[in-house]
């Protein structure tokens, strides 16, 4: 641990929520979110609307993050930032206002991979989470990517599995606005479904090679599913919505389960930790607790705060990439496709 501690001002803007915190080392000393609620109205992301309001947010944002955290921007070592993937409109804001203020301060830039930072969330420090070791297993799952990741080093990361088509929150979201749920639906359809019959209604688990997944055919499904039963019977969804939605959240847990189960027979690795805004999913957080109790897994399961796209993630990344002198040129461009 350096003598002198580390400052990060961390700025996340990939989608929707413009977002601002401030780590000393990897402590979390603020993490405010400005979230945008005028898509609700659009049933999903508008990329012009979003970009937008994140110029409206960023200022304010980051001034409340550095005021709750007490410290003066001339305290920080370093800015971090998304550069992606996500909206380029989105990113663009972010990761101009980072170069203005690096520039600025006359402080270093870090960029950070957004979906690096769900991962390396389970090492902020906090009380009574545990921080994974070396080499562990991660499933990232959110709107926008499902994949399985072996995590060999905070910054040696190999997929061994994703989505073939849909990611797993684009499914919940979709199949949960077929039943009449607002947007976003994955949480309303996840609270629901905690009240029905997870054994009421038979949904297709596909059957997928490897580590890969596929929720296309299952959204699918669902969508003939209830157009058949709305020929039959009018008001079905609305009379049975609690036990569609137990339903649905039961095959998606298959579904995750499965790979994570083959995952580790084929790596021989049983920690195991997910990350991404499904990943507050009430049924996918039992399901991990489950198999740690059953198969003697190692689970790690964030804390709410730092599931949905946040800057506390993007801050501890950069941390680390500060401790390693891995700093960004000034002459950086935001990506909306970036792997690792």
């Not at 003066?72 to 992606?84: C, N, P």
């Not at 061994?160 to 849909?166: A, F, M, P, R, V």
């Not at 969508?223 to 039963?229: C, L, N, S």
């Not at 507050?280 to 607790?289: E, K, V």
Request: proline share 4%.
């Amino acid at each position: 641990m350096q003598d002198k501690p580390i400052y990060i001002l961390a700025i996340e803007s990939s989608c929707d929520d413009t977002a601002a915190a401030v780590l000393k080392n990897d402590f979390v000393l603020s993490n405010v979110i400005a979230t945008q609620k005028i898509h609700e109205n659009y049933g999903g992301v508008v990329p012009e609307l979003a970009s937008r309001a994140h110029q409206q947010n960023i200022v304010p944002v980051i001034h409340e993050a550095l005021s709750k955290a007490q410290i003066s921007k001339e305290q920080l070592d370093a800015i971090a930032f998304t550069r992606g993937p996500g909206l380029m409109g989105s990113l663009l804001v972010g990761t101009s206002f980072a170069k203005s203020l690096s520039l600025g301060l006359s402080i270093p830039l870090i960029e950070v991979n957004h979906m690096q930072g769900h991962i390396l969330a389970h090492f902020i420090a906090e009380e009574n989470f545990e921080k994974p070791t070396f080499p562990f297993i991660a499933m990232t799952i959110s709107g926008g990517h499902t994949q399985i990741i072996l995590i060999n080093d905070y910054f040696d990361m190999d997929v061994i599995g994703e989505t073939l088509d849909d990611a797993i929150g684009e499914a919940y979201d979709k199949c949960g606005k077929m039943m009449g749920l607002p947007y976003p639906a994955g949480p309303h359809l996840d609270k629901l479904a905690q009240k029905g019959d997870p054994d009421r209604f038979a949904f297709p688990v596909p059957n997928v090679s490897g580590l890969d997944f596929s929720f296309s055919g299952l959204k699918t499904a669902v969508r003939y599913f209830i157009q058949k039963q709305e020929k039959t019977e009018a008001g079905f969804v609305e009379k049975n919505l609690e036990d569609i939605c137990a339903s649905f959240q039961k095959t998606v847990i298959t579904i995750v389960m499965n790979k994570l189960k083959k995952a580790v027979k084929e790596t021989g690795v049983s920690r195991v930790a997910i990350g991404g805004g499904v990943s507050a999913n009430s049924g996918i957080r039992g399901a991990l607790r489950q198999a740690e109790a059953n198969y003697g897994w190692k689970t790690f399961i964030p804390k709410f705060e730092y599931t949905t796209d946040n800057a506390a993630m993007i801050g501890i990344t950069g941390y680390y990439k500060f401790l390693e002198n891995d700093i960004t040129s000034i002459d950086v461009s935001s990506k909306s496709r970036y792997t690792f």
